[in-house]
């Protein structure tokens, strides 16, 4: 005869394994319209992905920059796709919040974007990007 305290173990694993499955979806979904959305250079699909108040902090010339991400994706110009490939290497989730990297490799450079995630209202968005460009040599 099993003991309550396993089955009741075994369940709630179960539930909380279930729930972290339907999370990590929700946030490939959301980092997958922010990648396809670039490559296919649809500015609502990027935009999409971030919440009104998303930031992307970089460094322009050496000196910290920032910009309000889903306005700076939000104008997008249309045109051919471009040519990369795209790769979630890793997404690390706790509760509400996750970090997530992303590779985005074209012929010449590659840009790794790290990006922190927050689950408002029910749903995953991306909340804060900081991207490093690689060019290669």
Same mark, same amino acid.
């Given at each position: 005869?099993?003991?309550?305290? @396993?089955?009741?173990?075994?369940?709630?694993?179960?539930?909380?394994?279930?729930?972290?499955?339907?999370?990590?979806?929700?946030?490939?979904?959301?980092?997958?319209?922010?990648?396809?959305?670039?490559?296919?250079?649809?500015?609502?699909?990027?935009?999409?992905? #971030?919440?009104?108040?998303?930031?992307?902090?970089?460094?322009?010339?050496?000196?910290?920059?920032?910009?309000?991400?889903?306005? @700076? #994706?939000?104008?997008?110009?249309?045109?051919?796709?471009?040519?990369?490939?795209?790769?979630?290497?890793?997404?690390?989730?706790?509760?509400?919040?996750?970090?997530?990297?992303?590779?985005?490799?074209?012929?010449?450079?590659?840009?790794?974007?790290?990006?922190?995630?927050?689950?408002?209202?029910?749903?995953?968005?991306?909340?804060?990007?900081?991207?490093?460009?690689?060019? @290669?040599?």
């Amino acid at each position: 005869m099993k003991s309550p305290f @396993f089955v009741s173990l075994f369940l709630l694993l179960s539930i909380g394994l279930s729930a972290q499955t339907d999370d990590l979806q929700a946030i490939e979904a959301v980092l997958t319209d922010y990648m396809i959305g670039g490559q296919q250079r649809d500015g609502d699909r990027i935009a999409g992905a #971030f919440h009104e108040q998303a930031m992307m902090k970089y460094l322009r010339n050496g000196e910290y920059a920032e910009v309000n991400a889903k306005e @700076f #994706f939000g104008g997008a110009k249309p045109g051919a796709p471009l040519e990369r490939t795209n790769e979630i290497v890793m997404i690390d989730v706790s509760g509400y919040a996750a970090m997530a990297k992303i590779r985005l490799t074209y012929a010449d450079k590659e840009f790794i974007d790290y990006m922190t995630l927050m689950k408002v209202d029910g749903e995953w968005t991306i909340v804060n990007k900081v991207p490093y460009l690689k060019r @290669f040599d």
